[in-house]
């Protein structure tokens, strides 16, 4: 069972446009939502993560919206460069439950020059 | 020196072997965790530990065994390898008072 549907598969974008990739989850409970980055050959790091008093996290040119009563979020990448081609996970987990992270299917980016 | 080594970072198999696949960290976390990566299917939590004492299953531990030996070690087994086990293996660690995960660089992992 997917607890954690994440879209699209892939994705590509050109220079400077924005990138956006999108989760859904069905599990209530959760109240911890990162999202991770991964190149090739690496493993996953921390991007940036959000939680659910919130409607919205930007850090640079990467902001998370939240919505709760849907039951989903995002990941808006503003001004895309070729540096952000990579793979990128969404995941949740419920604080207490022995953090365990739930990760989505993963969204490979690639950014055009 | 990266925080979180794995090694090997490559490893060919045949079925039924048992092979280990060996994390170690420097950045001092009690907790410790192993994800398989399958493309399409993401990361699945295989197994998770927060101190030497506590180890716990994780979505998909059959198959699969563990061992952690001090703080900073934690391995995985795989007793009698078959090809879907052929993924790749992220061990991954983070602190106590801190969501954030740290992994390491991956071992992939062929099983024949």
């Known amino acids: 069972q997917q607890q954690v549907k994440q879209s699209p598969q892939s994705l590509i974008v050109q220079k400077g446009g924005i990138s956006i990739i999108n989760c859904a989850y069905e599990?209530?409970?959760?109240?911890?939502f990162p999202w991770y980055q991964q190149f090739p050959g690496k493993g996953p790091a921390l991007l940036i993560a959000?939680?659910?008093?919130?409607s919205e996290k930007k850090e640079g040119r990467f902001t998370i919206s939240f919505n709760k009563s849907a039951k989903q979020f995002s990941l808006h990448i503003m001004d895309s460069q070729p540096g952000d081609s990579a793979t990128y996970f969404c995941a949740a987990s419920v604080e207490g439950s022995g953090d365990k992270l739930t990760f989505g299917t993963g969204t490979r980016l690639a950014v055009r020059p | 020196d990266a925080d979180v080594t794995q090694t090997p970072r490559n490893r060919i198999t045949k079925t039924g072997k048992r092979i280990m696949l060996e994390c170690s960290q420097t950045?001092?976390?009690?907790?410790m965790y192993w994800y398989r990566q399958d493309p399409g299917l993401g990361l699945r939590l295989i197994y998770y530990s927060f101190d030497v004492k506590d180890i716990n299953k994780g979505e998909i531990s059959d198959g699969y065994s563990v061992s952690r030996q001090a703080q900073a070690k934690f391995s995985l087994s795989l007793e009698s390898a078959i090809p879907n086990q052929t993924a790749l293996y992220f061990c991954?660690?983070?602190?106590?008072?801190?969501?954030?995960?740290?992994f390491g660089s991956g071992t992939q992992l062929s099983v024949l």
């Open positions: 959000i939680r659910p008093d919130v």
């Open positions: 599990n209530t409970a959760f109240d911890y």
């Open positions: 950045k001092g976390h009690d907790r």
């Open positions: 991954a660690t983070r602190g106590s008072t801190n969501e954030k995960l740290f």
